[in-house]
């Protein structure tokens, strides 16, 4: 028994010691295309993520980590963006796995809380137009809320520089005023992040 205590605390502080030496790649993120140069690169400092539990996201994989951001694919529709300095989490949905922008289907944005779960986010969310919507769990259930504002609808997130996005998260969070829509999401989604079904 001693043994195995021994060889876990060596484990962990071996993978401690190799997520302090993530350097900055000096990779700047003008708009969220620029993703790509961060994985292009291929450099890992960390290779950790939490799952929390959820099965759904056991297929994650980092695909890129260094001081600033780790980038994470569940390998279809969705790569995860973590902002280390702002502590910023997102999640940036494809219309096909391919993370190819088209013109006609923006990708959508989510903004994420500590444990990958919707906050708020720039989605079609069943709607033909993109929102910006936001996401309350009470009691087992998920309650979803529009923006009304006028500045909130149709925006598209390929078109905004990285900058745009911190500024509209910001007035996200402090300025815009939101509905409780009439329909809502499945109870399932109470625990299983939204973005995981490649939700628009």
Same mark, same amino acid.
């Given at each position: 028994?001693?043994?195995?205590?021994?060889?876990?605390?060596?484990?962990?502080?071996?993978?401690n010691s190799q997520s302090k030496q993530c350097i900055d790649k000096g990779i700047k993120?003008?708009?969220?295309?620029?993703?790509?140069?961060?994985?292009?690169?291929?450099?890992?400092?960390d290779y950790s993520f939490e799952t929390f539990g959820k099965d759904r996201l056991d297929k994650c994989k980092v695909l890129f980590c260094d001081k600033n951001y780790k980038v994470i694919s569940?390998?279809?529709?969705?790569?995860?963006?973590?902002?280390?300095?702002?502590?910023?989490? +997102?999640?940036?949905?494809?219309?096909?796995?391919? +993370?190819?922008?088209?013109?006609?289907?923006?990708?959508?944005? %989510?903004?994420?809380?500590?444990?990958?779960?919707p906050?708020?986010?720039?989605?079609?969310?069943?709607?033909?137009? %993109?929102?910006? %919507?936001?996401?309350?769990?009470?009691?087992?259930?998920?309650?979803?809320?529009?923006?009304?504002?006028?500045?909130?609808?149709?925006?598209n997130i390929d078109k905004l520089t990285y900058k745009e996005i911190l500024l509209l998260v910001s007035k996200i969070k402090q300025k815009f005023t939101f509905k409780k829509e009439k329909d809502s999401f499945n109870n399932y989604f109470y625990d299983v992040p939204l973005w995981t079904e490649g939700y628009r």
């Open positions: 028994m001693k043994k195995i205590i021994i060889l876990f605390l060596l484990i962990n502080a071996y993978c993120i003008e708009y969220l295309s620029d993703i790509d140069k961060l994985i292009k690169s291929k450099y890992i400092c569940d390998q279809y529709k969705t790569r995860i963006l973590i902002d280390k300095k702002l502590k910023l989490n +997102f999640a940036i949905v494809c219309i096909l796995p391919d +993370f190819k922008i088209r013109k006609e289907t923006p990708n959508s944005l %989510y903004l994420l809380d500590d444990k990958l779960m906050v708020y986010s720039v989605s079609m969310s069943g709607e033909k137009n %993109y929102h910006v %919507y936001k996401y309350e769990y009470t009691n087992g259930n998920i309650i979803t809320k529009k923006a009304i504002d006028k500045e909130s609808q149709n925006i």
